[in-house]
């Protein structure tokens, strides 16, 4: 038996999962949630050998999620699901070891395919997204200009950016300028464009 656990925040999505994966004789649901930062105590408490979750969780995505079950629970493998996703973050998720990255569109046999599959140490990831990731390189950004950017991105403007990251306006703008330059993009507003559809950010 395959203790499952699920984290996906829209409730017909996760119902859905729940009904499906339970018709599998092997599978087990053993627990679920809606957020990412409630993933990690329920994992201690059921003790999953598979978490099924959904990269765009609100609270921790499934990133940030993935890597601290994988510091707290080694034993629990991961099967990230989304919807569209850009390279950076698939390069971002082989890199600190999730097994199974599949689409939302996957159908559910092989959602259930995966699941097996990640269970048993296999890594489970469709060639396309393994070609984009490769292809894409790494993230040319430090972690401080991925901060300014993000915040750039919620249409912060470089004072309030100095502000929340107590750093000098003039750094800020520094900062926006090298990402600028290292995104080969025209202003910040297309850095951002660039860096979310790649997924750096």
């Known amino acids: 038996m395959i203790r499952v656990l699920i984290a996906e925040d829209m409730r017909v999505v996760r119902e859905a999962l729940v009904v499906m994966l339970s018709r599998e004789p092997e599978l087990e649901v053993a627990g679920q949630a809606e957020r990412g930062d409630e993933v990690l105590a329920l994992a201690e408490r059921i003790r999953p050998d598979v978490a099924v979750l959904d990269l765009g969780l609100p609270g921790e995505d499934g990133l940030e999620v993935s ?57 489970v990831i469709s060639p396309d997204l393994v070609a984009a990731a490769m292809e894409v390189g790494d993230n040319p950004l430090t972690p401080r200009e991925r901060s300014v950017l993000q915040l750039a991105a919620h249409g ?32 910040w507003v297309d850095a951002v464009r660039v860096a979310e559809r790649i997924g750096w950010i």
């Open 67 to 123: 890597a601290n079950l994988r510091h707290t629970l080694p034993g629990c493998r991961v099967l990230v699901l989304t919807a569209h996703e850009g390279p950076g973050k698939v390069r971002k998720a082989l890199a600190i070891g999730i097994r199974g990255f599949l689409r939302k569109g996957a159908s559910a046999a092989e959602l259930v395919d995966g699941i097996r599959k990640v269970h048993a140490g296999q890594r």
């Open 156 to 187: 912060l403007s470089a004072s309030q950016i100095s502000g929340r990251l107590h750093l000098a306006e003039g750094t800020v703008r520094n900062n926006l300028t090298r990402i600028i330059a290292k995104l080969q993009a025209q202003n």
